[in-house]
């Protein structure tokens, strides 16, 4: 398959490349420049642009969306959240829309669990939860952006699948952290896309078929959010921090 990932500078959109690669033909794609590697396309294209995103959106199979905005963003913080908000949606929304267009049947976007984070740590969460995300606008364009998704899943014959991703870090980063149930490895995540680029309900007569909406973290042993539906996709998270949750267990 050949598939399109935007944000590949960043840490996120690298890990997925490099998950990726070994099945398919990729197209990575980032505002600045890209270090070339062989047998891989790079391309420069600001969502902003739907000239540049069209050309970027060309003869792919599916479109992986990391949702990383643009590593210059304003120092004004309204400035810098006003271009959160514009890359979220209008962003998401050109990139989608072309990818449309272009006849791609699968779409991927890189939501947040944030929008739980005001829920007390001793309930579980599944997709069914209500999101109470903070009026923080990293966390608010993320999940403006998942609502973007969801409505092209309504319109149009597509597999849209969202994946609320936790916290990325590394295991091996934060052995001396307080653990976090939201905990997430940067690996991890990049398999979960590997798992949902397979997805394919784009011929589904009901819209709620063709949107996929999954929670994707650790799975400590007594976990604030559920990944059942995830699992169903074929996800199953390798590092689990288990050196941090062993004193719970005894």
């Known amino acids: 398959m050949r598939v399109l990932i935007t944000g590949a500078a960043g840490r996120l959109g690298r890990a997925i490349a490099a998950a990726l690669r070994p099945e398919h033909q990729l197209r990575l794609a980032d505002t600045g420049p890209l270090a070339s590697d062989t047998g891989v396309e790079c391309i420069q294209a600001d969502l902003l642009e739907p000239e540049a995103v069209w050309a970027a959106v060309r003869n792919v199979d599916g479109v992986i969306h990391t949702g990383d905005p643009p590593a210059d963003l304003p120092a004004d913080e309204l400035a810098r959240d006003q271009s ?53 606008m990293p966390v608010m364009s993320r999940y403006l952006g998942e609502l973007a998704c969801r409505e092209f899943a309504r319109d149009h014959m597509a597999t849209i699948t969202a994946l609320r991703l936790g916290q990325l870090v590394l295991e091996e980063e934060v052995e001396d952290q307080t ?15 590997r798992c949902a680029i397979r997805r394919d309900d784009s011929t589904a007569v009901w819209w709620t078929r063709r949107w996929g909406l999954y929670h994707v973290c650790a799975e400590p042993p007594h976990p604030k959010y559920l990944i059942d539906q995830a699992k169903a996709l074929g996800f199953q998270p390798e590092h689990n921090f288990q ?6 267990q005894t």
């Open 179 to 193: 653990p976090d149930l939201m905990w997430l490895d940067v690996r991890d995540a990049a398999q979960a896309f």
């Open 84 to 136: 959160l908000l514009d890359w979220a949606t209008r962003g998401t929304h050109v990139l989608f829309q072309a990818a449309i267009d272009a006849g791609v049947k699968r779409l991927v976007y890189a939501s947040t669990l944030e929008v739980f984070r005001a829920y007390p740590d001793d309930v579980y969460i599944s997709e069914l939860w209500r999101p109470l995300p903070a009026p923080d």
């Open 243 to 248: 050196r941090h949750w062993a004193p719970a």
